[in-house]
């Protein structure tokens, strides 16, 4: 079975470019997660859904950063205008309701 | 909301030795406590999880226990391995929601 998907794995830009990452989750999960995770730190979340719904995105910078999950399958984040404090990894995760989450490989921005 | 703290941020221990890693969580109300494994540019993976009706839970060479009273868990790692090196991030969570909050992570360096 396959796993959580991410793309771009990388991703090098310049400031007050924008970016977008994209997330496949697991099949049959309800809830996906995408997470901010910055050097040496644990995961931080950022936004939360159940289905095509965003329940938890209080976290969320949501004058740059927005994000979508259509059909309430894959899932999409996007920086418009990225900052150099961008500069991380964006893990995606997927559920099924049972508290252990499936991350992805994540996406790792460098904003110059 | 939830806040979790992980010690020590490292660890560097012989082959065959033990390692502990201890972490303290915030909210009363959390009741799920996952650990999860990241190895140097992997995703994250659930490696062992208690809940809160429990007090100790073992899988071969880990075992985590939790005290709900000290709102204190641990993971401990016997007969480690080089293998065994790592990030370990810790995470509580309401069950229900399961948000987790992750720990700041500790390295753990299993010399040969």
């Known amino acids: 079975e396959a796993g959580v998907v991410q793309s771009p794995r990388y991703k090098i830009i310049e400031k007050k470019q924008p970016v977008a990452f994209w997330c496949n989750p697991i099949s049959g999960h309800n809830t996906l997660y995408w997470y901010l995770q910055n050097l040496g730190q644990g995961p931080e979340l950022l936004i939360r859904y159940e289905n095509e719904e965003a329940v938890d995105d209080s976290q969320l910078p949501k004058d740059r950063f927005s994000a979508e999950r259509l059909k309430g399958v894959d899932s999409t984040l996007k920086i418009q205008p990225a900052e150099l404090g961008d500069s991380a990894v964006y893990l995606c995760?997927?559920?099924f309701g049972t508290g252990e989450l499936f991350f992805g490989e994540g996406s790792r921005l460098t904003v110059l | 909301g939830e806040n979790v703290e992980q010690h020590p941020s490292t660890l560097s221990v012989q082959e065959g030795d033990s390692a502990v890693i201890k972490c303290t969580y915030s909210?009363?109300?959390?009741?799920?406590f996952p650990w999860y494994k990241q190895e140097l540019g992997k995703r994250p993976q659930l490696i062992i999880d208690?809940?809160?009706?429990?007090g100790e839970k073992k899988d071969q060479r880990i075992a985590v226990t939790l005290n709900k009273t000290a709102k204190h868990f641990s993971l401990h790692i016997t007969e480690t391995q080089p293998e065994d090196s790592a990030v370990y991030f810790c995470a509580a969570s309401r069950g229900g929601s399961y948000i987790p909050t992750f720990g700041r992570g500790t390295s753990l360096i299993v010399h040969p």
């Open positions: 995760a997927s559920s």
């Open positions: 208690i809940r809160s009706n429990v």
């Open positions: 909210d009363s109300a959390s009741n799920y």
